[in-house]
Nanobody, 127 residues
Framework: QVQLVESGGGLVQAGGSLRLSCTAS????????VGWFGQAPGKEREFVAA????????YYADSVKGRFTILRRNAEKTVYLQMNSLKPEDTAVYYC????????????????????WGQGTQVTVSS
């Protein structure tokens, strides 16, 4: 069983930056693909970004390309989501997800493909 803990959310003005962290409870975290999803009020949980278990591949939703960067530090059992040039429409609860399947992350945009989830961290972007 993998437990994921997100942190780093908060309130920021439009144009600002935040860095979200997702830390895992298992030393085998380096064997897992990791993704970030966002859920805005009244909306479905949507794919934001993912990084492969090797760290060699990343994939982003079109809405965040060029603004968000996902990276991992396996020695720290942590994946980060650097969020720059934030917009009010980025406001959401952001969830970290992990999966051991090692599927191509470009195919893992559906949330049903991910086995483990964190509790979420709130990001609010004011205009």
């Amino acid at each position: 069983q993998v437990q994921l803990v997100e942190s780093g959310g908060g309130l920021v003005q439009a144009g600002g930056s935040l860095r979200l962290s997702c830390t895992a409870s298992v030393s085998t975290f380096s064997n897992y693909n990791v993704g970030w999803f966002g859920q805005a009020p009244g909306k479905e949980r949507e794919f934001v970004a993912a990084i492969s278990w090797t760290g060699g591949s990343t994939y982003y939703a079109d809405s965040v390309k060029g603004r968000f960067t996902i990276l991992r530090r396996n020695a720290e059992k942590t994946v980060y989501l650097q969020m720059n040039s934030l917009k009010p429409e980025d406001t959401a609860v952001y969830y970290c997800a992990a999966d051991p399947s090692r599927l191509s992350i470009a195919t893992m945009t559906p949330r049903g493909l991910w086995d483990y989830w964190g509790q979420g961290t709130q990001v609010t972007v004011s205009s």
